[in-house]
């Protein structure tokens, strides 16, 4: 339970807010009266049996007041005006400028926040259109916010946190949208990509060798070469796993091909943490090597600040999302070959540093697409995420959607992300408390973009079939004879599932069926209609992988990458390429456009094919040949996506499914 204050300690607080804090009674007039009590500031995490009593008095903190604009009901409601087509104000876009007059906090809210914290002992170091950063030590901290500080021990390590909720005084309750950096807040993002192969490993023992090849060996398309080794598994028969695909069958496949469109005027901008320096030299190597054209001068740009990056070790590193930048990258580049390219580094994987990224592109307008290939869960060991958290990334897509610019999010890749998934999943986070829909994928304001499992027809890519994201895997045993274990266990899935933390929002409203809104992931009833992701889904099985090139290392080398993180940027693509159909016009945030579209042929339906079939599930070997001198056989059965099902008709597998040409060629 967490700790509540007492009557007299709220007195307390208040009387110490009034003593820090003196505005003008203009100023005052703007508030609601009374202290505004900001919930969820004190984390669930900070038990009373954690409590190791306060945090000394000297102890330095660094704070983030998130600013609420003039208009926050406003923006939302114009966002949704802005993004709603048939409406009066469909496309009416604002620039940044007027976004920030008409909505964003004025001058003297900025100047009655500085004024408040300044007065309560911190010392204000930035202030930009959305926060105000300050520093002092924890008594300060206290004094601006009306709680004690203490320290708490959790799973062996020593946090901080507010003893209750933060109050701010009535003269800046309607400027304060929530404050972060009163606890102890440790990075949570991680990329939503995986590798499984080192080669293309198109070669190898012919097929109706007694024995597995020992070296890699994949098929060309779906069910070319037929496995004639190893034991039974959940068919008779069975065949090596496709090769990594290249951009030019993706093309294919969607529909990209035969529509001429390549992104021409459209600028996708890629967002991760840290950058690569050998970024464009690889991309531009990717492409050269499968017959694609380099980035031309100027086509891409990155925007890297190496001198603030931070958490390098709870983050990874440079190192840890280099293959992730170069898989974004790659992957707009590949589908939307003449669309501009933005690179943008975040200092590091927080919270903090992500949004900020975001809020630079949307302040400045550098893009009118922007694709995320990284989340976290919403609820874990480490608590719930913040909501001055949740607020602050809302406001920006809201800003975006107004200014005309959408954000596509991957969905994960851990099924429904619940800890049976964790216990096996390789990209779970295992700190899950309960099945759940991702963080930031599942938030009303962005596209949530899952992932299938991509059958090609032919060796150039053409369209097949595609079921759910969703693997078993099992291995060969080390005598050859069996597979273990049999069924497999799950290893990778693609995101979604029922939000039990936001509502339905009106684009989903006789889409998506009411038993999946209205049941949460739990098997609880909800209290109300919820948002369900994703809301669209591409490629993204880890074997029906694509193919990245990058140098770690500093050696260029390529291999098979999947993940909703290889859906995401593909999907950004697909939305630069929507944007040169319309003859330039942004689309902006995108998903009422999307949903008006359920059904009319602009996407494929994705089922789950053994499902539908009622067959054994669709399998097929993965020969990655001698590691380290052992031969690496795995087999993996596809359409397995833990609670998530593929279904006809939206479900929370594939969302509405993959685009189509007949999605393209709807803007023209």
């Known amino acids: 339970m967490r700790r509540h204050r007492s009557a007299g300690a709220a007195l307390a607080c208040a009387a110490l807010l009034a003593g820090a804090f003196a505005v003008a009674p203009a100023s005052q007039a703007e508030g609601s009266g009374s202290v505004r009590t900001l919930a969820g500031t004190h984390p669930a995490w900070a038990q009373p049996s954690a409590d190791r009593g306060a945090l000394p008095t000297t102890t330095a903190i660094a704070v983030r007041v998130y600013l609420a604009g003039q208009d926050p009901a ?170 990594s695909l290249a951009p030019s069958q993706l093309r294919t496949a969607y529909g990209i091909t035969g529509s001429h469109l390549t992104g021409k005027g459209a600028t996708v901008a890629v967002v991760d943490a840290y950058g690569s320096a050998t970024m464009a030299a690889d991309a531009d190597r990717f ?99 913040p909501p001055a958290e949740i607020a602050a990334y809302e406001q920006v897509f809201q800003q975006g959607a107004i200014q005309g610019i959408g954000f596509d999010f991957s969905a994960g890749d851990c099924g429904d992300s619940s800890p049976a998934a964790a216990a096996t999943g390789v990209n779970c986070d295992p700190s899950t408390s309960r099945a759940q829909a991702d963080w930031p994928s599942s938030d009303p304001w962005v596209t949530s973009v899952g992932g299938t499992a991509l059958a090609t027809a032919d060796a150039k890519g053409g369209y097949g079939f595609e079921t759910d994201m969703g693997t078993l895997r099992s291995g060969l045993a080390p005598d050859g004879g069996s597979w273990q274990p049999l069924p497999g266990a799950f290893y990778f899935g693609g995101g979604g599932g029922t939000s039990e933390d936001f509502a339905q929002p009106w684009y989903q409203t006789g889409t998506v069926p009411r038993k999946l809104a209205n049941t949460l992931m739990t098997g609880a009833k909800a209290p109300s209609a919820r948002r369900v992701t994703p809301d669209v889904a591409m490629n993204g099985d880890l074997y029906t992988s694509v193919l990245v090139g990058y140098s770690p290392g500093g050696t260029y080398s390529e291999g098979g990458y999947g993940g909703t993180s290889v859906a995401a940027p593909e999907f950004s693509a697909v939305q630069a390429l929507a944007i040169e159909a319309r003859k330039g016009s942004p689309l902006g945030f995108a998903n009422p456009v999307l949903y008006a579209r359920a059904g009319s042929g602009a996407f494929h339906d994705v089922v789950d094919q053994a499902a539908a079939k009622d067959q054994p599930p669709l399998s097929a070997v993965a020969d990655q040949g001698l590691v380290g001198g052992t031969l690496r056989v795995r087999l993996v059965a596809f359409g397995e996506d833990t609670t998530l099902n593929a279904v006809k008709g939206y479900d929370d597998a594939t969302g509405l499914g993959s685009p189509t040409a007949g999605y393209l060629t709807s803007f023209r």
């Not at 054209?293 to 931070?310: C, D, I, K």
């Open 74 to 243: 406003g923006l939302a409601a114009y966002a949704r005006a802005v993004s709603t087509e048939g409406g009066a104000q469909y496309g009416a876009f604002l620039t940044s400028a007027q976004v920030q007059q008409r909505f964003g906090a004025t001058a003297r809210q900025v100047a009655d926040v500085k004024s408040w914290l300044a007065g309560a002992g911190l010392k204000v170091t930035a202030t930009t259109a959305h926060y105000v950063d300050a520093t002092g030590d924890s008594a300060a901290g206290g004094r601006a916010f009306g709680t004690g500080i203490h320290q708490y021990t959790v799973d062996g390590t020593t946090r901080r946190a507010p003893v209750g909720d933060a109050v701010v005084p009535a003269g800046v309750a309607s400027a304060v949208l929530g404050v972060t950096g009163l606890s102890t807040e440790t990075p949570r993002a991680r990329p939503h990509s995986v590798a499984v192969r080192s080669t293309a490993g198109r070669t190898g023992t012919a097929p109706g060798a007694s024995t597995f090849p020992t070296t890699p060996t994949c098929s060309d398309h779906w069910g070319q070469k037929r496995v004639t080794a190893g034991p039974t598994g959940y068919a008779p028969a069975t065949t090596y796993d496709q090769c």
């Open 287 to 385: 492409a050269t090597l499968h017959g694609d054209r380099p980035f031309r001068p100027g086509q891409y740009t990155e925007l890297v600040n190496r001198a603030g990056w931070n958490n390098q070790d709870a983050c990874g590193g440079p190192e840890g999302w280099a293959g992730e930048e170069a898989l974004d990258v790659e992957m707009v580049h590949g589908l939307a070959p003449d669309a501009n390219v933005l690179y943008v580094g975040a200092d590091s994987c927080s919270d903090q540093d992500l949004l900020s990224a975001l809020s630079t592109i949307v302040d400045r307008h550098l893009a009118d697409v922007v694709s995320n290939s990284w989340g976290e869960i919403m609820h874990g060991a480490f608590g719930d995420i």
